[in-house]
């Protein structure tokens, strides 16, 4: 079964991105801009790049993930549990592992520059889901999760639907679709829903700075990192990448390396 998880994951990937696109553009949510055929192809652009270093990465990490195994590493290596608790203590530690990480991707300059890439998007879609610059896929998706692999203990199986999971997430959280309120307002009590992630995604640091958890709101709940702002009301994206030509792909991979307050 878990095998046959790992094996749909990219069907569920393309399915999703297809299905949240084509919805989005019947019924969208946030109003539609001017320039949305150059907005959706430069992040797309941009997707692309995220999703093709992230298979090379992957491999990294499933060797993290049968080396931990094969040499008895980590946490739940060493503490006898049902699979079945295993796997939500492994969920819920790799979701607060990448809640720190997040945080800190905030806080530390070095590691903001790339990250910035995929707030800086001023037009919240379903492009907008893997807009990100190849480093951090590399530092999140690589040397994050093999840190965190090797240190909690975690399985293959709970890796794997840990990773489905989020992947699920990170595309229903970014799409321009208006979810049931009964979800945002019940849902938002543990899962990380559309209308809580976008808060994430405002133009006013302390709400961007707010909001870090991927999958549940737990973390953002006990370290006090939220915020009850409506979506409606939120300018979405970066101040100093609003001249459009900021939001072309090319200018977003190289501005990690170049001052983006000039003209």
């Not at 959706?40 to 080396?67: K, R, W």
């Not at 980590?74 to 607060?96: Q, T």
């Not at 208006?178 to 133009?203: A, N, V």
Request: aromatic content about 16%.
């Amino acid at each position: 079964m878990i095998q046959t998880l790992a094996d749909i994951q990219p069907i569920i990937l393309v399915g999703l991105l297809i299905a949240m696109y084509s919805i989005e553009n019947f019924i969208p949510y946030l109003p539609i801009p001017a320039n949305k055929k150059q907005h959706d192809v430069h992040n797309f652009i941009l997707t692309f790049l995220s999703i093709v270093v992230n298979i090379a990465v992957g491999v990294g990490v499933l060797f993290a993930v049968e080396y931990t195994a094969a040499h008895r590493l980590g946490l739940f290596n060493y503490v006898e549990l049902p699979e079945f608790i295993e796997i939500i203590a492994s969920v819920l530690l790799i979701d607060f592992g990448s809640y720190c990480n997040h945080n800190l991707m905030h806080k530390a300059s070095f590691l903001w520059r790339f990250h910035r890439i995929h707030h800086s998007d001023l037009n919240l879609n379903t492009s907008s889901s893997l807009r990100f610059h190849p480093f951090e896929v590399v530092y999140s998706q690589g040397i994050y999760f093999c840190v965190a692999i090797m240190l909690f203990g975690v399985s293959m199986t709970s890796f794997i639907i840990y990773g489905t999971i989020g992947l699920i997430f990170v595309i229903i959280q970014h799409s321009n679709i208006k979810f049931p309120d009964w979800i945002e307002k019940y849902g938002r009590y543990i899962f990380s829903t559309p209308g809580w992630h976008k808060i994430h995604h405002s133009d006013e640091q302390k709400f961007t700075d707010s909001h870090y958890g991927d999958v549940f709101t737990f973390w953002d709940r006990i370290f006090g990192t939220w915020h009850k702002v409506n979506p409606d009301e939120i300018n979405y994206g970066l101040k100093e990448f609003t001249d459009i030509k900021k939001q072309r792909a090319g200018y977003q991979l190289l501005s990690p390396f170049i001052d983006v307050t000039k003209k």
